[in-house]
């Protein structure tokens, strides 16, 4: 109970905090407003002093903002002070830690590769090393998830941890103590020559990186490309600045990123800076349905000055602009205070009911219900929402996400089945850590560089067969005529993972693009404008 007048204290400050954040409104709203404080910290009070049992009274007001923000838009939201830091982390771009990639086999914890420059390099840990005591404390057990993973080796930088290593050909366990620091976690996943003169960059998310990790992919080219194909599927946004950044590298000085407005907020215009290096080189944007706020704001700037197509399919559509408050206990609050709109004028939002977060979800889902995801036709927008584009004059439309040039249908033709139970249960990328913990040593010899390994190993030579056997032992077998349709499909994904765990992430995409109809329209689409 000692803490309790604390807690009420803290209380009472944020409903304070409120009413210094909100605009000064007509002396009746004031009044309105401070006897809703009142009436809540007179109820608190009562609770506190007379309420015959303890209560909980910060867990209370935990429930009541986060009440208070469900009655909002859908994109509105208060983020307890536990969860605020692990939100952050990958759009800051790093995290404190020892920097492994790691997976967790037969409940030990297996190291897939140590994160270049990380303190875990630099004290000599190694891919496959077998980490199975930290700070003395065996951590080997059907319990160990990866959530325990992060609470050991995550920590504050330049703090201690030691570590417990088993390795192949060591006959006693190794001993490291490592200290944390600064792990960067990338927003950019590749970017390589998708053909002679046409680069491939694919972005996950709009971190506070993203903009060194572009230019860094160009630095040490021995020429610029004709051509850029940007891939900005399954990317959810991120930071504004990062999103301006990325448009202006495609548009002249002057002209429109994007402009915000609305509710309490003035009309806010940002323009391009003119120092784009790629201003007069042919792009092409891919999107998809996971392609939401930043990467919507890239991909309308550049369809809206007609600077390149943007193949796929419809974007999420979120397009509310939101500011994060801090309150005094380190929790914050995320509040929507204006909208996106493109350069031609369109709300990038999908329409909501305040408060109807369920049925905003549902929404979505319904497109994919519909054949959305298949079929163009499907997609039924109103005349009234058309717009023009800012150069070429072409029909353009607004009322929810980015509608593509060039539609792809989504490809489902290797589902089966198998193909599905195999996804759904991880059960691909479970076998090759487990492949991988037995041949990375022997392949890691016999392939010097991803260029080896892609020419000399065919789908016909990953270890299917293995994958089918081990799969068997969970339950899991292909139905008739499942191989027909998900072999091919399989065995390049086993392929592409090989290629990530041996040689980096980027290597993933240079194995799996080309089977895949996006980036082989964007490829198609790109060679037309060359």
């Known amino acids: 109970m000692k803490n309790k007048p604390q807690t009420l204290k803290k209380s009472f400050l944020f409903t304070l905090f409120l009413l210094a954040l909100l605009p000064c409104p007509a002396q009746e709203q004031k009044d309105v407003l401070n006897h809703q404080v009142n009436k809540l910290g007179q109820a608190l009070f009562y609770i506190q002093q007379y309420y015959l049992d303890s209560l909980d009274t910060s867990g209370a007001v935990d429930e009541m903002i986060s009440t208070l923000a469900g009655q909002l838009d859908p994109h509105s939201s208060y983020i307890p002070e536990a969860e605020v830091r692990s939100m952050t982390e990958p759009l800051e771009g790093n995290f404190e830690g020892i920097g492994i990639e790691f997976a967790i086999i037969r409940d030990t914890l297996v190291v897939m590769t140590p994160v270049a420059g990380a303190p875990s390099e630099a004290v000599g840990i190694r891919a496959d090393d077998r980490i199975v005591a930290v700070d003395g404390e065996a951590i080997s057990s059907p319990e160990l998830t990866n959530q325990k993973v992060f609470s050991l080796l995550r920590g504050p930088k330049g703090t201690r941890v030691s570590?417990?290593?088993?390795?192949?050909?060591?006959?006693?366990?190794?001993?490291?103590?490592?200290?944390?620091?600064k792990?960067?976690?990338?927003?950019?996943?590749?970017?390589?020559?998708?053909?002679?003169?046409?680069?491939?960059?694919?972005?996950?998310?709009?971190?506070?990186?993203?903009?060194?990790?572009?230019?860094?992919?160009?630095?040490?080219?021995?020429?610029?490309?004709r051509g850029l194909i940007l891939d900005l599927q399954g990317n959810g946004g991120g930071y504004l600045g990062a999103a301006i950044f990325m448009a202006e590298q495609f548009l002249g000085k002057g002209e429109m990123v994007l402009y915000t407005g609305g509710g309490k907020m003035k009309r806010q215009e940002v323009h391009a800076s003119g120092m784009g290096f790629l201003i007069n080189t042919p792009v092409v944007v891919i999107i998809d349905e996971r392609?939401?706020?930043?990467?919507?704001?890239?991909?309308?700037?550049?369809?809206?000055?007609?600077?390149?197509?943007?193949?796929?399919?419809?974007?999420?559509?979120?397009?509310?602009?939101?500011?994060?408050?801090p309150l005094n206990d380190g929790s914050e609050?995320?509040?929507?205070?204006?909208?996106?709109?493109?350069?031609?004028?369109?709300?990038?939002?999908?329409?909501?009911?305040?408060?109807?977060?369920?049925?905003?979800?549902?929404?979505?889902?319904?497109?994919?219900?519909?054949?959305?995801?298949?079929?163009?036709?499907?997609?039924?927008?109103?005349?009234?929402?058309?717009?023009?584009?800012?150069?070429?004059?072409?029909?353009?439309?607004?009322?929810?996400?980015?509608?593509?040039?060039?539609?792809?249908?989504?490809?489902?033709?290797?589902?089966?089945?198998?193909?599905?139970?195999?996804?759904?249960?991880?059960?691909?990328?479970?076998y090759v850590n487990d492949y991988l913990d037995k041949e990375r040593e022997r392949m890691t010899r016999q392939y010097e560089t991803f260029e080896v390994f892609d020419r000399q190993v065919t789908l016909a030579d990953v270890p299917f067969e293995g994958l089918t056997a081990y799969a068997a032992t969970l339950g899991i077998v292909p139905g008739e005529g499942d191989l027909d349709v998900s072999e091919k499909h399989i065995r390049t994904q086993i392929k592409a993972l090989i290629a990530s765990r041996l040689f980096g992430t980027g290597c993933f995409y240079r194995v799996i693009n080309p089977v895949l109809p996006e980036f082989r329209k964007a490829l198609e689409v790109m060679n037309g404008l060359l």
């Open 163 to 181: 570590l417990t290593v088993i390795r192949r050909g060591e006959r006693e366990p190794l001993y490291f103590e490592v200290v944390r620091d």
């Open 183 to 225: 792990i960067p976690i990338y927003s950019l996943d590749a970017a390589y020559w998708a053909a002679p003169d046409v680069m491939y960059v694919r972005i996950n998310k709009f971190a506070l990186t993203t903009q060194d990790e572009f230019i860094d992919a160009f630095k040490n080219l021995d020429k610029m490309p």
């Open 291 to 325: 392609s939401a706020s930043a990467s919507e704001i890239v991909a309308g700037a550049i369809q809206d000055w007609d600077r390149g197509p943007i193949v796929g399919r419809r974007s999420f559509g979120k397009g509310l602009v939101q500011q994060l408050f």
């Open 333 to 430: 609050l995320r509040l929507t205070v204006a909208r996106y709109h493109t350069p031609s004028g369109r709300v990038i939002q999908s329409p909501y009911v305040m408060g109807e977060q369920e049925t905003y979800y549902r929404k979505f889902l319904e497109r994919y219900e519909r054949g959305e995801s298949f079929n163009q036709d499907s997609i039924q927008i109103p005349d009234s929402l058309a717009f023009r584009t800012l150069k070429k004059n072409r029909i353009v439309y607004g009322g929810g996400g980015i509608m593509p040039d060039v539609f792809v249908p989504a490809d489902t033709s290797y589902y089966s089945g198998y193909f599905v139970q195999l996804a759904r249960r991880g059960i691909v990328n479970a």
